[in-house]
């Protein structure tokens, strides 16, 4: 720390660039492990490869949202943080991005390096890509036990509403899938064949049309991230053909995001995603409180909740998360 306590460090924002990622993960890893060792969590590894593709993802759909902190270099000497690839000689002391999808802004991150924190630097962060944002709703994800984030969301009106919970493990044995009535198509057959042919039309309106039911707006972006991903998706077909909910797994046992017409069909869908892929190691999934039939469903099969609780937070509702569980807590 080379600022006294109670004054604002010299840090300038400006918008992110795609070299500024890896300095951004620092900052996160950095920002989590202090705060996490504070509330007992152990130690966490630095696996930056996920994490510069979620950014990648998050700068390159919204890059106006998406800002750094840039401490002069005498002020930053004693941050461990690489150079500003800016060449401009200061170091990435924080970072926002905002993401808006329809009329929903969505704060998926902000991180600030410890040191740094506690100074008003995430509120000036938060300020900035708050601005202009005044006629859509507001939400974003929090740690439940993370006072100074529910504190300063709250302070803008985006108050903690929702706990989301953390399964991790292994089906203990078979678990129950779909009821007769309901087909699962994946979406890789829905896929072949040329981009504006019948397969890839209906599955884009059927992914909109759930998304808009459930989740409150559409999200193509978000599913090209899923693709590219590699996560593995199903369309849930009613016996008359009608589209009733999708979701999806993958190989590296992420769960969700899953949509459903109907809350009833919330836990078969999720039990047959457990059902359809045998990842490496465990599944984990971020699953609402109010998507009770998830939750039931990983519970029989044997999953345990981990860690504290997640928090959705937004200043008015707009989604049914009954109906939904969201891709991860960064986006929705
Ligand atoms: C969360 C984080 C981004 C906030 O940035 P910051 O620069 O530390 O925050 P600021 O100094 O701008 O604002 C903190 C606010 O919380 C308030 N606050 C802090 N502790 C509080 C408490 N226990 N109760 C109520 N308010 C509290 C402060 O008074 C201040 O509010 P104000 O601006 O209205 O005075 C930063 O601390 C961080 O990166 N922490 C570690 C990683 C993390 O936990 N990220 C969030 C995961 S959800």
Redesign the pocket.
């Known amino acids: 720390m080379t600022t006294a306590p109670g004054t604002e460090p010299p840090v300038r924002l400006r918008p992110a660039r795609p070299g500024d990622l890896p300095a951004c993960v620092g900052v996160w890893h950095a ?2 492990t ?2 996490g060792l504070r509330v007992g969590r152990p130690a966490m590894p630095l696996s930056s490869g996920p994490l510069l593709g979620l950014l990648g993802h998050l700068l390159a759909t919204d890059p106006q949202g998406f800002l750094v902190a840039v401490a002069d270099a005498a002020d930053a000497g004693g941050a461990p943080m690489d150079a500003d690839p800016a060449g401009a000689g200061g170091q990435v002391v924080g970072f926002v991005s905002a993401l808006l999808r329809e009329h929903v802004w969505f704060l998926a991150m ?3 390096q410890p040191g ?9 962060l938060l300020s900035r890509v708050l601005a202009g944002s005044e006629d859509a709703t507001h939400a974003t994800c ?2 439940s036990a ?4 529910n ?2 969301y709250s ?1 803008f009106g985006i108050m903690p509403r929702l706990p989301v919970l953390e399964l991790v493990g292994r089906p203990r044995g078979a678990v129950a899938g779909l009821p007769g009535s309901i087909r699962a198509v994946p979406f890789e057959l829905l896929r072949a064949g040329p981009s504006d042919g019948p397969g890839p039309l209906r599955l884009a309106a059927s992914l909109e049309r759930l998304d808009r039911a459930t989740l409150g707006y559409a999200h193509p972006q978000d599913h090209d991230y899923l693709a590219a991903q590699g996560r593995l998706g199903y369309l849930y077909e009613a016996g008359d053909g009608r589209v009733v909910g999708y979701g999806y797994t993958s190989e590296v046992g992420r769960l969700g995001p899953i949509a459903v017409e109907d809350p009833g069909l919330m836990g078969p869908v999720t039990g047959h995603l457990l059902g359809s892929v045998r990842p490496a190691g465990a599944f984990s999934a971020w699953i609402p409180g109010s998507a009770s039939g998830a939750l039931a469903a990983l519970l029989e099969a044997g999953l345990l909740l981990e860690d504290f609780p997640a928090l959705v937070c937004w200043d008015r509702p707009f989604a049914d998360f009954e109906r939904y569980v969201p891709i991860t807590l960064a986006v929705l």
């Open positions: 920002g989590l202090e705060y902000l991180f600030v740094y924190q506690e100074r008003g630097l995430g509120r000036r929090t740690d993370q006072p100074i984030s504190a300063l302070r």
